[in-house]
């Protein structure tokens, strides 16, 4: 195949992916509530301080090693129930319940953080 024929394909196949993120972006922002988008940019807040710690831990945090583990864990401990949550409120069904949940976790997840702390 011809070097000219070869770069068709891969613009089409480029085009072909930059219309179906479009169409994941429109459709994403036209039918989710705005109370998942909320949740959602919770997440990925949560991802970025994650990756954050793990990069500071790894290069800065030698010595206290305990402090390093407990935020990691806060962080993934949080984004799990986060995302727990999230799976529930695309459910149809009383949201209420899920929350007060959630928040009883979250509290349940802080202070056994802040127990491995010392």
Same mark, same amino acid.
């Given at each position: 195949?011809?070097?000219?024929?070869?770069?068709?394909?891969?613009?089409?196949?480029?085009?072909?992916?930059?219309?179906?993120?479009? !169409?994941?972006?429109?459709?994403?922002?036209?039918?989710?509530?705005?109370?998942?988008?909320?949740?959602?940019?919770?997440?990925?807040?949560?991802?970025?301080?994650?990756?954050? !710690?793990?990069?500071?831990?790894?290069?800065?945090?030698?010595?206290?090693?305990?402090?390093?583990?407990?935020?990691?864990?806060?962080?993934?401990?949080?984004? !799990?129930?986060?995302?727990?949550?999230?799976?529930?409120?695309?459910?149809?069904?009383?949201?209420?319940?899920?929350? !007060?949940?959630?928040?009883?976790?979250?509290?349940?997840?802080?202070?056994s953080v802040?127990?491995?702390?010392?």
């Open positions: 195949m011809s070097k000219k024929g070869t770069t068709h394909i891969e613009k089409k196949g480029e085009e072909q992916e930059e219309s179906f993120i479009k !169409v994941l972006l429109t459709s994403y922002s036209k039918e989710t509530p705005s109370r998942l988008k909320m949740i959602d940019c919770f997440l990925i807040y949560q991802l970025i301080t994650a990756a954050l !710690v793990l990069v500071y831990g790894f290069f800065f945090c030698h010595n206290p090693l305990n402090a390093f583990l407990a935020a990691l864990f806060s962080c993934a401990g949080m984004f !799990v129930f986060t995302m727990s949550l999230r799976l529930h409120e695309s459910e149809e069904g009383s949201s209420k319940k899920y929350f !007060v949940e959630y928040v009883f976790c979250v509290i349940l997840l802080q202070l802040a127990n491995f702390l010392g």
